[in-house]
């Protein structure tokens, strides 16, 4: 099985934004704006866009006073993940309050994903009151073909791994909506674009829209999603474009 990965919007974000944070961590004492666009390349609207994301996530932290006032530094975000002590469960706690600030940003509850050993797995979440989460009434790691969260993890494998994937689980009618033919799913998965979001409106669950983009990070493929009561269906594009405009934190996360 191999990886179809081609570079979406908050990919080259992340990218960008690691540029920005290996300039920062080679000077200790602190790097200006101005530097930072010199040695990045990077335009001053994507500059200082990125910058107030790098703020916001915790991973650089703008100094006050002194001689370096206004130099950015690292923040304790990285600190902490460039740690080998304890570097997972601070990796899970930022995911976590992302997930959280997405979750309120896009009026939905969000979800992480991975491909992980040829399973769907559901990795993290983020719900509430107002944002209640998909009932998952049918093992996600058997209804890749319905959901949002399975064929957005599809289409990042090759031919190959999506075939081998549907023949390890059957393809089951979950609603009047679900797809069962596989040659219809994989023409689908084929021609999915790599920028827009995957949608899945109720062929998981009567009741349910979700929606999904891919966030691959190294050798696995993983997405971040979100569901909606299907009385906020009219919401489901306008809150998918916003997720997609904020994974870039989560990709970045997974990345460093």
């Excluded at 570079?7 to 290996?22: F, G, K, N, V």
């Excluded at 650089?60 to 002194?66: A, D, F, L, P, S």
């Excluded at 064929?151 to 031919?159: A, M």
């Excluded at 674009?193 to 983009?213: I, M, N, R, S």
């Amino acid at each position: 099985m191999a990886l179809q990965h081609k570079p979406t919007s908050h990919h080259h974000s992340a990218q960008d934004a690691l540029r920005i944070l290996e300039t920062v961590v080679r000077h200790s004492t602190g790097v200006t704006e101005a530097r930072l666009a010199r040695t990045t390349g990077l335009g001053p609207g994507r500059l200082a866009a990125l910058l107030r994301m790098l703020r916001r996530e915790g991973y650089v932290e703008q100094i006050t006073e002194g001689a370096h006032d206004g130099a950015y530094i690292t923040g304790e975000t990285l600190t902490r993940l460039g740690s080998a002590h304890g570097r997972e469960q601070a990796l899970r706690e930022k995911l976590q309050g992302t997930l959280e600030r997405l979750r309120d940003s896009v009026g939905a509850a969000v979800y992480i994903s991975r491909y992980v050993d040829g399973e769907v797995r559901v990795t993290q979440y983020a719900d509430g009151p107002a944002t209640p989460r998909v009932n998952e009434w049918v093992d996600f790691r058997c209804s890749a073909h319905a959901t949002a969260v399975g064929k957005s993890l599809l289409t990042q494998l090759d031919h190959a791994g999506r075939r081998d994937h549907l023949a390890r689980h059957r393809m089951a009618r979950l609603t009047s909506r679900t797809i069962t033919s596989d040659r219809l799913l994989l023409s689908r998965l084929a021609a999915q674009p790599p920028t827009v979001p995957v949608l899945d409106l109720q062929e998981y669950a009567v009741g349910t829209v979700c929606a999904a983009v891919p966030i691959t990070a190294g050798s696995a493929a993983g997405c971040l999603a979100l569901s909606l009561p299907v009385e906020h269906a009219h919401r489901l594009r306008r809150a998918a474009e916003a997720l997609n405009r904020g994974a870039a934190p989560v990709l970045l996360s997974l990345t460093i």
